[in-house]
């Protein structure tokens, strides 16, 4: 029997409502006829479900990395529910008959064999062929994006000259079409800034809360930032007329979508990494009009810690399936890294990675890889943070003597020197430091490492650091998931 677990299901799954219905089908014995290949690539079953005939749902394992799923149920969801349900047959031991690969099965396969040799084929053409890249259209857009710069400089300009209070009443509407002639000039990262700094002074006019101002001023040093850094990176691409992509930060701050391939290609990929993530989470981005759903990883072999993002729209969030929480290593055949300081973001391809259940060599891999002590990464953090241009949080994983109680109620880190930092919940995030005391196993309050995201409160002008999941020698113990 193919071996099948619950992380495995899991990340199948298009979202958890599946994999719960999947796993009560199994559990009250909806499968009437179960049967499998002698060489166990294929698998199929009969399942009783509210139309009036069975379903006939099945899994092709012919690529282990890529099953393909099939059902004769109306749903549209791949996997549905009854293939997932079928994965829980198998997780659970359950006996299957021996059968034969069906004939339209094997066709299939031949079929999807002969189209993987063409475009296998076209690719090794097209490789040998030199791509031709139309190097006048691409220095045409550079020199829009700094026309663009130029509306964005006398946008944020005149805001500094006035001050933020200026942005109120009938001058939001004005800025906010001023603010739709950014993306005419293929600049989408700064036109995602400027709505951000638009709708912290809308929230600002209507509860008259102080953070709302700072975190608009935020907003603007970090678009003033941006436009100076991004005017002289492309005013020298167009200059040298150089006008391929590189590896700089700034071809995403502007708003570039990379391609695995092209972080491949630029040298940023690594073969078959040792990948687990420590903690997920989702926020909802206004300004961008989407969900982000983040995973935190860990690079098993190195210790560095990276950032998965799936990005749903508003307006598609029903076709895009959401990322979910992952337990177990996964192995993909390569993933490459975001261009970047602090928790650079990683990608791989989801569907070839495997996914193996933790070992108690994993535990350990994650411990080792803990810093010893606070001081070196409030360092760190503080090098990171500064930057205009950097994320509001840098996550890392620290060893600690022991979290204890302050004075207020507050929470305190202690590292094995002695050294203490305040735990407390960045602005924007899920708040995680007061589900520190639910935790019903005492032990984890001493001699662990803590997962957490170093950030500066403007307020009280000190670092701070939110938990997000603590590391023990057996456990990952998530507040975010």
């Not at 071996?3 to 298009?14: F, K």
């Not at 749903?75 to 008959?97: D, V, W």
């Not at 850094?229 to 979508?257: H, N, P, T």
Request: glycine share 8%; charged share 30%; proline share 5%.
């Amino acid at each position: 029997m193919r071996q099948i677990t619950q992380e495995m299901i899991s990340a199948l799954a298009a979202n958890a409502t599946a994999a719960v219905n999947a796993k009560k089908i199994s559990q009250k014995g909806g499968f009437v006829r179960l049967e499998a290949s002698a060489d166990e690539t294929f698998y199929w079953g009969e399942c009783t479900g509210s139309g009036s005939k069975n379903y006939i749902t099945s899994v092709d394992f012919l690529d282990p990395d890529r099953p393909v799923f099939r059902c004769t149920c109306p749903s549209r969801q791949i996997p549905c529910k009854h293939n997932l349900a079928l994965l829980y047959e198998m997780m659970t031991g359950k006996t299957f008959s021996l059968c034969e690969v069906p004939e339209d099965i094997l066709e299939k396969r031949q079929k999807k064999e002969a189209k993987a040799a063409a475009k296998a084929a076209a690719g090794e053409k097209k490789e040998k062929a030199a791509p031709k890249v139309n190097k006048a259209a691409r220095v045409k857009k550079l020199k829009k994006q700094l026309e663009g710069l130029d509306l964005l400089d006398k946008l944020t300009g005149e805001l500094v000259t006035a001050g933020l209070g200026t942005m109120g009443g009938t001058a939001l509407a004005s800025y906010r079409n001023l603010t739709k002639q950014l993306g005419d000039h293929y600049l989408p990262g700064p036109q995602r800034l400027f709505r951000r700094l638009v709708l912290e002074i809308e929230a600002f006019q209507k509860d008259g809360e102080d953070r709302r101002y700072d975190a608009a001023i935020q907003v603007l040093e970090r678009l003033r930032s941006l436009s100076k850094k991004s005017r002289a990176y492309l005013s020298a691409k167009v200059e040298s007329g150089d006008a391929e992509q590189d590896d700089s930060l700034l071809f995403e701050e502007l708003g570039g979508i990379w391609k695995l391939s092209e972080l491949i290609e630029l040298g940023l990929g690594k073969e078959r990494p040792r990948l687990c993530q420590l903690a997920f989470w989702v926020l909802r981005d206004e300004a961008a009009a989407d969900f982000v759903d983040t995973g935190c990883w860990m690079d098993l072999d190195t210790g560095e810690l990276s950032l998965t993002q799936n990005y749903r729209p508003f307006k598609a969030v029903k076709f895009i399936k959401q990322d979910d929480s992952l337990f177990g290593v996964v192995t993909p055949p390569v993933a490459a890294w975001y261009p970047g300081e602090g928790n650079r973001r990683v990608r791989w391809d989801f569907d070839t990675g495997r996914i193996a259940p933790y070992k108690a060599e994993d535990y350990a891999a994650v411990l080792a890889h803990a810093a010893p002590a606070l001081a070196p990464e409030v360092k760190i953090a503080k090098g990171i943070l500064k930057d205009p241009l950097a994320e509001p949080l840098l996550f890392r994983a620290v060893k600690y003597d022991a979290i204890l109680r302050g004075e207020e109620g507050v929470l305190v880190l202690r590292d094995p020197a002695g050294d203490t930092i305040l735990l407390g919940d960045a602005p924007g995030m899920e708040p995680t430091t007061q589900r520190l005391p639910l935790l019903p196993d005492a032990s984890l309050w001493s001699g662990n490492a803590l997962l957490g995201g170093f950030w500066y409160d403007r307020e009280t002008r000190r670092m701070m650091l939110q938990p997000v999941s603590i590391l023990t020698d057996s456990a990952i113990v998530r507040l975010l998931y």
